[in-house]
């Protein structure tokens, strides 16, 4: 009796696949209904019931084994359909056939993503779909500008489509789930991982990670060209992991910001990392209870090791039950299919626990619409069509000009004149197709980004004279897979030919940075300078022809004193992503004005990391060499002195802040006008100022914008010694500016009434 009822289950199952009810058996039916309810005591009232009842139905029909498969996600590859398996690809596709399997992981491709499907759908037991992740970090075909770029843009509905391109590609090509964006905050340059965040401050981080969540899941994650995203990597950020003392209010008011945000627009999944046991209660205390999170939560690679490591008394069985019972749903490391059994059978993992995490992976697949059709995502057209697509492309420029930021423009040396005769574009990135790509590029095609050179003799005029020259080499060694480098700091042979160049050019256009692979994951650097010959080319340039502009592009801070006090002109211009050449010139040609500013503070000196403007008003800092929130423009823009609505305010009042911007230039440009607030009297110590505000405006010539800010007692909270958010009442200071360092300022009272 007992093999035709689970026969009949497995057909019922594969209905709702195709559209049909659950169950194909009254029989079957009738003893669902007679078992006991399950415990929905994470089970949010906005959830649709039909799909929570359908889900119910699943969790009783379901082994521990296929419910702990569902927990199991592994990584893989295109050798996975490939006609000749080893050994542990056979194993992988057992286990899909099996039902053991919830989730692929950086497995892409309409046609390999189908196949792959089509082991669970058709051949497991109850032919659950699967999930199929990859990091899409800053594009998945066309690569857009690193985030940590893209967020110099201060343009929030830019970021959005960026994530927008980024999904839309992704999508076509069976994907379903992104493991981005990364959401922590960075405020220590050396830290490889820079480059994926969105810089140093909270506000900032927050505001842009709705924007990239939004662009990922879209209004409806049922359509066809969205995704689910993930917000990472909670409670592990490298603020956290470069400050050795920290207190929990720090942690509330500062670090996990941009975490709150990403759960108040909606993330449908988190990705979390413990370094050690100590913090194990967060997933219940603060996502689940607290920010009322019921998503899936995902663990970090490492997360394991790091907690046996950490402990240095806990075995792995040990620390699979903890991450378990913290509330973790499924494993990046493909542990728990070997011993989470084990764990249930022996009492250390609840039964109940198992079903919530089970209930949340279902749930999203639900909410993806993979039930209606497991297919839906794997659409051979839809990826020919879309990958690389002309209007992706067309954005993608858009957006990496909007990310560029200028740091100095001594004489007006830019924008470069289109009657400028003759012009040498030297250095070793000037003509690197795949440097821009940037680092953790997922699915991008190598060398295949447009170089500097390349946008150079699209954007100059026919009769300017151009030519190039490499000067030095910048790394030497191995790069992509390994991401193995060496860098030149002896190879000299190309000088000659580049001060050649140099002295036969009316403007000198100078390439410098870092090689892609020097940023990413396990790049942390010591140092955060021109390596190797750039500064000593640099400086040779400079000797026989002063009119030099500096392009740089990298993927954190760096450090180029000599520069930036002798070099009249320099642009920070990251890595772009595939249109990188054309953005950058439009920006040198002043086809586009710039008005990107900086996201993390760039410092004088290594030794200055971590460096930040937010530091707290009892510890001194030095200044760095370019401040938060720092850019200039090919305009000038003045600020008049802020004015007040009011000068107090209670628990239940706002105000408005309006301050009058001009543009007292000769050209049209944008300006990110900041509005900082600081505590000026408090019990606990507080950051010199805050950023809680921006807006970008655009003004003409002699234009004139009020930019009007309205301040709720709720933005002048913080989150206390006691555990609690409180406002004290005192003077609070309302700086408005440029960037974090150049500001007018006005004060008010918080009052109790």
Known sequence: MFERVWKQAKVGVKDIV?????????FLLGMIFACQPFDHSETATHFDPVVEKKIDSLLRLMTMEEKVGQMNQYKGSRVLVSPSLNADSQMKIEH????????????????VTRKLQEYAVNESRLGIPMLFAFDIVHGYKTMLPLPLAEAASWDLEAIEKSARIAGVEAASVGVHWTLAPSVDLYRDARWGKVMEGAGEDPYLAAEITKARVKGFQGEDLRAKNTIAASAKYLATSSYLESTKAISEEHVENIALSPFRAAVDAGVATVMSGFPSGEKMDFLDNTLRNEWRFSGLVLSHA???????EGDGS????QAIGMEINAGFDMDMESAYIHELVGLVKAGVVKEKVIDQAVRRILRLKFQLGLFDDPYRYCNPAAEKQDLMHRNHLA???????????LLKNEGHLLPISKDTKTIAVIGPLANDRDSPLGSWRANATRNSAISLWEGVRETASSDTRLIYARGCKLAVGKRGASRALTINDSDRSGFPE??????EADVVIVALGEDCWQTGKEQNQESIGLLGLQEELLQEIYKVNNKVVLVLMNGRPITFNWAADHVPAIVEAWHLGHMAGLAISDVLWGEYNPAGKLPMSFPADVEQCPIYYNHLNTAAQDEPKYPFGFGLSYTNFSYNLPVLSSSEIGSNDSLEVAVRVTNTGELAGE?????????????????VKELKGFKKINLAPGDSETVNFTIRAEDLAYYTSKGTWAVEPGTFVVSIGTNARDVQEVSFEYIVK
């Open 18 to 26: 195709m559209f049909k009810y659950l169950f194909s058996s009254l």
């Open 96 to 111: 899909i056939k099996k039902g053991w399997v919830g989730s692929m992981l950086n497995v892409s491709g309409s046609t």
């Open 302 to 308: 490492g997360s394991l090791d790091d907690l046996v």
């Open 314 to 317: 806990m075995d792995r069985g």
């Open 395 to 405: 954005e993608a420029r858009e957006i990496a000009k909007k990310s560029v930021v």
């Open 498 to 503: 580049a001060i050649a160049a140099a002295q």
């Open 671 to 687: 300006e990110v006008v900041q509005m900082y607030i600081q505590d000026k009297v408090s019990n606990s110590a507080r950051p």
